[in-house]
Nanobody, 121 residues
Framework: QVQLVESGGGLVQAGGSLRLSCAAS????????MGWYRQAPGKQRELVAA???????NYADSVKGRFTISRDNAKNTVYLQINSLKPEDTAVYYC???????????????WGQGTQVTVSS
C-alpha cells in the first residue's frame, strides 16, 4: 500500500505565499509523475502542476509564473511553492503520484487526502 501525506495549506492574504509538501511512503519501487491538483467548491478537480521523474514540468496556464513544482526523488516528496496568491486560488489541493509497487510493474495513481488553501482578499 502507498500513502501520500500532504502538509502546508492554510489561510493567507492575497499576495502571500505558501509551500505545500507531499511525501509518499509504503511499498514503492519507483514513482513516475507526481503532481498537484485542486478542486474549488462547485468546480471539477483540475491539474495545477506535474513533474516527471526526469524533471519535465507542466503547469496550468492560470498558475504559470506564480507556482513552482519541485521534487526530491530521494525523499519521494513533491513540493508546490505558491506565490502571489489570489482569492481564486482558494481550493482543496490534492497530491497525486503514479507509483510502481512491484518490479517491472505498471504505475498506479495514488492520491493524498487534500489540504485546504484559503486566500482572503
Amino acid at each position: 500500500q502507498v500513502q501520500l501525506v500532504e502538509s502546508g495549506g492554510g489561510l493567507v492574504q492575497a499576495g502571500g505565499s505558501l509551500r505545500l509538501s507531499c511525501a509518499a511512503s509504503g511499498s514503492i519501487c519507483s514513482i513516475n509523475a507526481m503532481g498537484w491538483y485542486r478542486q474549488a467548491p462547485g468546480k471539477q478537480r483540475e491539474l495545477v502542476a506535474a513533474i516527471t521523474s526526469g524533471g519535465s514540468i507542466n503547469y496550468a496556464d492560470s498558475v504559470k509564473g506564480r507556482f513552482t513544482i519541485s521534487r526530491d526523488n530521494a525523499k519521494n516528496t513533491v513540493y508546490l511553492q505558491i506565490n502571489s496568491l489570489k482569492p481564486e486560488d482558494t481550493a482543496v489541493y490534492y497530491c497525486n503520484a503514479v507509483v510502481v509497487t512491484a518490479p517491472l510493474g505498471r504505475g498506479s495513481d495514488y492520491w493524498g487526502q487534500g489540504t485546504q488553501v484559503t486566500v482572503s482578499s
